[in-house]
């Protein structure tokens, strides 16, 4: 063998060690930098994973004496407060009519759903239907929406269940207990409405029960609860209206 070929055979072999003496990435450094990458990348799933709402409390709880008061007459002063907002041209006792409406509609539902109050006769509902339908026709009625729920009106009377239903401020004050409690809640509802959906009064039409869901007081579930009282915070009131 010529001494270039033992040469070049031996200059290989060194080559060959060197390449066998360079450190070799571990799995462990593989799998740290690809845990690394993924941190990084932006449309990680970790990343996109969207935040819980949180659950809104009364602020100031502890300094905030609370009304007690069942659900009926809350949703009713609701009811006639977004009834103004969104219909300005009808008076104040025309809006608490519709309020009154409002919450009768679903006392009477919540009551049938569970067992409080008894199902309507099919025959008789057809019946109503009917009779409804005729008044509709009348150039003396019209329609309009609140809160999601069809109101009817004759003049400045909401008809409810074929008869006028009146608005009447003083069983308010009674189930408020007192005046001050009234006006304070009352006044609470319609400046939140007035700073906050003032220009989006479809938006408040399709989203002003669910409002009400978030800030009534809270009572037992089912039968329990039928027509007991519960808290309600004026603060959890505005926050409410005014964080949507």
């Known amino acids: 063998?010529?001494?270039?070929?033992?040469?070049?055979t031996t200059q290989r072999g060194a080559e060959k060690s060197a390449e066998d003496d360079q450190p070799r990435p571990s799995r462990g450094r593989?799998?740290?930098s690809d845990?690394?990458?993924?941190?990084?990348?932006p449309r990680s799933p970790e990343r996109q994973r969207p935040a819980k709402k949180a659950k809104i409390e009364p602020a100031d709880v502890?300094?905030?004496?609370?009304i007690p008061i069942n659900r009926a007459p809350v949703l009713e002063l609701w009811g006639a407060s977004v009834a103004h907002f969104l219909h300005p041209e009808l008076s104040w006792a025309t809006c608490l009519s519709i309020g009154?409406?409002?919450?009768?509609i679903t006392a009477i539902s919540k009551g049938r759903s569970i067992?409080?109050?008894?199902?309507?006769d099919p025959e008789e509902r057809e019946k109503k239907r009917k009779r409804r339908t005729k008044d509709e026709d009348s150039d003396e009625t019209r329609e309009i929406k609140v809160m999601g729920f069809p109101i009817m009106l004759k003049g400045e009377n909401v008809i409810f269940k074929e008869k006028a239903k009146p608005g009447k401020e003083d069983s308010l004050v009674r189930r408020f207990s007192?005046?001050?409690?009234l006006q304070k809640t009352k006044t609470v509802m319609q400046d939140a409405l007035k700073e906050k959906w003032k220009g989006r009064e479809a938006d408040l039409e399709k989203t002003a029960f669910s409002l009400y869901e978030q800030f009534r007081p809270e009572v037992a579930g089912g039968q329990r609860g039928w027509?007991?009282?519960?808290a309600l915070f004026l603060s959890k009131i505005e926050q409410v209206i005014k964080e949507r």
Do not use: L, V
């Not at 009154?100 to 009768?104: G, K, L, P, Q």
């Open 30 to 32: 593989k799998r740290k």
């Open 1 to 8: 063998m010529s001494p270039m070929k033992t040469r070049s």
């Open 227 to 230: 027509g007991k009282k519960g």
């Open 115 to 120: 067992g409080t109050i008894s199902k309507s």
């Open 178 to 181: 007192g005046e001050k409690n």
């Open 62 to 66: 502890e300094d905030e004496k609370p």
């Open 100 to 104: 009154s409406s409002i919450s009768s």
């Open 35 to 41: 845990e690394t990458e993924k941190n990084d990348n």
